[in-house]
């Protein structure tokens, strides 16, 4: 999260309580993305893919969204990319896993 609010653009982070379903807490972090494809998704969690290759910054190595899976998964959480075809904008969702 600290990613996106430093580097984001039109950041918006989101809360929603459990609800009678037994859905439970969802975080869900909703950013600008329009250079993500589809085909980009499923990478986003893969250690040290970084979607702008020619970004030379040492201090990013591709590794703080596997890093939240990680510790997501360890609570038996999950986190999820999701961005419709159409829209510019990605959002990151985190939730109770239901398994």
Known sequence: MKADLKHGTNVEVTLKAADSNGTGPTICITNA???????DLPKLFDRFW????????SNHCGLGLPVARAC??????????????DDEYMKM???PSMD
Do not use: H, T, Y
Not at 33 to 39: D, G, I, T, V, Y
Not at 50 to 57: H, I, L, Q, T, Y
């Open 72 to 85: 997501a998964e360890s609570m038996n959480w999950m986190i999820q990319a999701i961005k419709r075809p």
């Open 50 to 57: 970084r979607g702008d290759v020619s970004r030379k910054e």
């Open 93 to 95: 969702c985190i939730k």
């Open 33 to 39: 993305a329009s250079s993500l494809n589809q085909e």
